[in-house]
């Protein structure tokens, strides 16, 4: 089934280390995004990449950081420079105009 | 002023009921528009598009009025596998880029047996 994989599904980690999220998806999709989601708050956007080797920031890419080296992939480092790193984190891919399709998440919680 | 906003809800209502919930949005530049579903603790699944010309799904009905600025979903014969928060998107950018997506925060339906 064509779908986007997001691992791990909880991920706990110490304040101050680096973490990085995987987002993987075979449905040859050009455009991927990365967003975080808050309680009380919608969905914010973090990094999004349009084509391979590509990225732009978001409204919030303060302290993190992505890749877009091959086009399934897109993972996001979540770096000791962000403040409120604990948050359910959300990838995405979409095709050019057309709705974005999620992954089912991480959870990160940073102690 | 929060660029898209809704009523966090809940809405609670019995089996079978109709509900409706309105999305207001600030930017009248926007140009497209929809509703997604995320069930506690998931994914948003995309629900439908909002065509200006308004647009039905079974039992889901969107509407959109520029002029007001806003966006409505109605439910009809609310089912218990309904419930869940339903968010309003709305698409800022040119071309259908897909970057410039705004979210509301979500209205909680909860369907009563």
């Known amino acids: 089934d064509g779908g986007i994989t997001q691992s791990p599904k909880y991920l706990f980690r110490k304040e101050g280390q680096n973490v990085t999220l995987s987002c993987e998806q075979n449905l040859n999709h050009d455009a991927m995004y990365w967003y975080r989601q808050d309680p009380g708050q919608g969905l914010r956007l973090i990094y999004y990449?349009?084509?391979?080797?590509?990225?732009q920031k978001g409204d919030i890419a303060e302290g993190y950081s992505v890749s877009r080296e091959k086009k399934e992939s897109f993972p996001l480092t979540v770096t000791s420079a962000q403040k409120n790193p604990t948050a359910f984190y959300l990838c995405?891919?979409?095709?050019?105009?057309?709705?974005?399709?999620f992954g089912n998440g991480t959870r990160l919680t940073v102690t | 002023r929060k660029e898209v906003e809704q009523d966090p809800g809940p809405f609670n209502v019995p089996e079978g009921a109709t509900v409706a919930f309105n999305c207001t949005y600030s930017?009248?530049?926007?140009?497209?528009f929809f509703w997604y579903r995320q069930d506690c603790r998931k994914e948003p699944k995309l629900l439908m598009s909002?065509?200006?010309s308004g647009n039905e799904d079974g039992r889901f009905t969107a509407q959109l009025n520029r002029a007001s600025q806003y966006i409505s979903l109605l439910i009809r014969d609310s089912k218990l596998s309904d419930s869940a928060t339903y968010l309003c998107v709305v698409n800022r950018g040119y071309g259908g880029a897909t970057n410039k997506l705004i979210f509301g925060t979500g209205t909680l339906l909860a369907v009563q047996p």
């Open positions: 990449s349009q084509i391979v080797n590509d990225f």
């Open positions: 909002v065509y200006s």
């Open positions: 995405a891919s979409s095709i050019t105009n057309s709705p974005l399709h």
């Open positions: 930017n009248s530049a926007s140009q497209s």
